[in-house]
């Protein structure tokens, strides 16, 4: 399948996937606060102390045939965004979002009828602190890869996408 300036777009190889990832708690470090610390007080290397917690996030992705927008759902924020990839560029202050972006611009994504939700089933208070964010984050980058049959992801590619996506974020 290609887009409209001829480029590839890499379709999705099954119908759906689904997988749950455990929230941790952070006592030192955290994924989004990590690298201002370390700037900020001139420290070259650092390090995240966390331990998860038996509570798990569920992702589900699956593609919908009927409808060619792309949709994320997340239930436990009250949001629905449906659309395109400027649609979710527009939730600046949404990490999933970003790390969906991210993914799906560099593995060259088709992604008419994708179907995202991201839930911790409400167990999880938003802004907790508990590592939702990054949970999810690598949540949804599995999740994605399954769908679309993008194994062995490169330590790089993943490095690349969880570095933009602390950009946005710190």
Known sequence: FYNVIGEYMRKAIRKSANLSVPVRADIAGAFSDLAYYLDKFGIEKGEVTNFSLPILMK?????????????????????????????????????????????????????????????????????????????????????????????????CELNYIVELSMGIMG
């Open 59 to 155: 992702i589900s992705a699956r593609i919908d045939d009927e409808n060619g927008s792309m949709v994320v759902r997340l239930p436990d924020l009250g949001e629905e965004i449906e659309g395109d990839l400027n649609d979710l560029e527009k939730q600046e202050s949404n990490n999933i979002s970003q790390i969906i972006i991210h993914f799906v611009n560099l593995f060259n994504l088709d992604t008419s009828g994708l179907i995202i939700e991201v839930s911790g089933g409400g167990q999880i208070p938003p802004a907790s602190g508990l590592g939702t964010s990054s949970a999810a984050g690598i949540g949804v980058i599995m999740c994605l890869s399954n769908l679309y049959g993008i194994h062995g992801i490169n330590p």
